[in-house]
C-alpha cells in the first residue's frame, strides 16, 4: 500500500509548477481542492470502467501539484506512518509466512518480503517529503 500510495502520490506530483488548465487548481480553496482529490480517484462511486474518472485520458496526464497530494495523503498519513512502524520492525528478518510459490508451504526469511518492507520504508519516507516532515524524512531513511 505504500509503494502504491506513492505511486499516486507521485501521479498528482506531476510537473508540479507547470501551469495547468484545471480551475479548481487555480483556486486557494481547500474544500474545491480535495473534491478534486476525491473524485480524481473516487474508485468508491465506479460501477463501470468507464466511471473511473482520471485513468488512461488525457487528464491524467496534466500536472495537479504538491497541494492536491497533500490533500490526498493527509487523510492516510496517520495509517501510513503506522504500517511503516510495523515494517521497520519486522522486515529485515521475515517471520513464518505462507509462501505464494503454494508448493513451498510456510517459510520463515523469505527475501521477497525483506526487499519490499525495505522499499516501503522508502516510500514512506517519500510521502514524509511531500508533507513537509523532513524529521520523518530523515528517520525513514536510516532505518
Known amino acids: 500500500m505504500l509503494i502504491m500510495g506513492l505511486g499516486l502520490v507521485n501521479t498528482l506530483l ?3 509548477g507547470q501551469e495547468t488548465d484545471i480551475p479548481v487548481l487555480k483556486s486557494n480553496m481547500d474544500s474545491k481542492l480535495f473534491e478534486e482529490a476525491r473524485n480524481t480517484f473516487a474508485l ?3 460501477t463501470s470502467p468507464d466511471d473511473v474518472h482520471g485513468l488512461d485520458d488525457q ?3 496534466q500536472p495537479l501539484g504538491t497541494k492536491l497530494a497533500q490533500t490526498w495523503l493527509t487523510p492516510s498519513y496517520r495509517i501510513f506512518k503506522q504500517w511503516t512502524e510495523y515494517l521497520i520492525e519486522f522486515s529485515l528478518e521475515p517471520h513464518n509466512q505462507l509462501c505464494t510459490d503454494d ?3 510456510w517459510l520463515a526469511l523469505q527475501t521477497n518480503l525483506a526487499l519490499k518492507g525495505i522499499i516501503g520504508i ?3 519516507s517519500e510521502l514524509a517529503r511531500v508533507m513537509g516532515n523532513e524529521d520523518e524524512v530523515a ?3 536510516v532505518c
Open 122 to 124: 522508502k516510500a514512506m
Open 139 to 141: 528517520y525513514y531513511q
Open 103 to 105: 508448493f513451498a508451504g
Open 59 to 61: 487528464t491524467s496526464l
Open 44 to 46: 468508491d462511486i465506479m
Open 14 to 16: 506531476y510537473g508540479d
